[in-house]
């Protein structure tokens, strides 16, 4: 027998990718090409390895599961434990579903076929392993966590499905820079700037990590914003300066503390096909994750909403 190794890795490279983008579609996730690319480039590697003389150490469950962790890691990222689980979860759930409808079409349309050890072979020249159940118990127990393994996996989606009806592109603008993210509309977000009354949206400081100095980014994660305001005209200059505001908040501990934030020459917003633009409001930076799944990357005032 023959066996073209590129044919094999195309085929399964086309098939894993499919899979990935409808794990994608599932899931409500924002993903990148070069990323599906490369993960079903691995998956795709694992399954030519199997004509290689490989040790069969590579072929165990432990082995497959770290390959399928690592597909998914590198399509969506990590985020958090929950995120990967509900991600591997619906990947394998989908995969599930194309091989046991490919099973299924496979088995009505073969006209007749031969059982040699417990393996079934079509006249096509498939072989179609044999499962054998002993007792309905078996079919109960494995039943049960299935089911309860769809309702949590589509119920996390259906959740995740309405989450992104609140989310909106964000497109800030400061002079000659520019930076675009995902916002989410937070309705209980009644952050001000108590002088101005200006609508404060918060944002991610990651997102500014190209025109903040990175002594900034370090004293903004560490909630030192006061001495970044102390320094300036003394330590270290900087070129928006007079656009720079320190907001009081309340954080979790109940202590009033403060948030840097920036004065941009104006927000622009896409929400449901429809852009608005804001000039009143501030943008308050954040040094920790607004989302653990990286789904949006800023909160939008509501105000900035309804201004439009």
Not at 122 to 137: D, R
Not at 250 to 268: E, H, S, W, Y
Request: some cysteine; glycine content about 8%.
């Amino acid at each position: 027998m023959v066996v073209y190794a590129d044919l094999i890795f195309l085929l399964n490279f086309l098939v894993d990718a499919a899979l990935l983008l409808v794990t994608a579609k599932t899931r409500k996730i924002a993903f990148k090409w070069w990323r599906i690319a490369l993960s079903a480039a691995l998956g795709a590697s694992y399954v030519v390895m199997m004509f290689l003389p490989v040790p069969t150490l590579l072929f165990t469950f432990s082995v497959k599961c770290m390959f399928c962790t690592g597909m998914i890691m590198t399509a969506f990222g990590y985020g958090s434990l929950q995120n990967l689980l509900r991600n591997m979860g619906t990947f394998l759930l989908i995969n599930f579903a194309v091989a046991g409808g490919m099973f299924g079409i496979h088995y009505v349309l073969a006209s007749s076929s031969d059982v040699m050890k417990g393996i079934v072979f079509t006249q096509s020249g498939v072989a179609v392993f044999q499962f054998q159940i002993g007792s309905i118990l078996f079919v109960v127990l494995l039943l049960l966590p299935l089911l309860w393994w769809f309702r949590t996996v589509f119920q996390s989606s259906k959740q995740r499905e309405v989450m992104t009806t609140y989310l909106a592109e964000v497109t800030i603008h400061v002079g000659d820079f520019s930076a675009t993210c995902k916002g989410l509309i937070d309705t209980g977000n009644q952050l001000y700037d108590p002088l101005t009354r200006t609508p404060v949206m918060v944002m991610e400081v990651s997102e500014w990590g190209d025109v903040l100095p990175e002594l900034w980014l370090q004293r903004i994660r560490s909630s030192d914003v006061d001495q970044i305001i102390s320094g300036l005209g003394v330590e270290e200059e900087f070129i928006w300066q007079d656009r720079l505001r320190l907001v009081p908040y309340r954080g979790v501990n109940r202590n009033t503390q403060f948030m840097l934030a920036i004065k941009p020459d104006k927000v622009v917003i896409i929400h449901n096909e429809s852009q608005l633009e804001a000039t009143k409001v501030l943008i308050g930076l954040d040094g920790g994750k607004l989302c653990s799944d990286g789904s949006y990357q800023a909160i939008i005032h509501p105000a900035l909403i309804q201004a439009g």
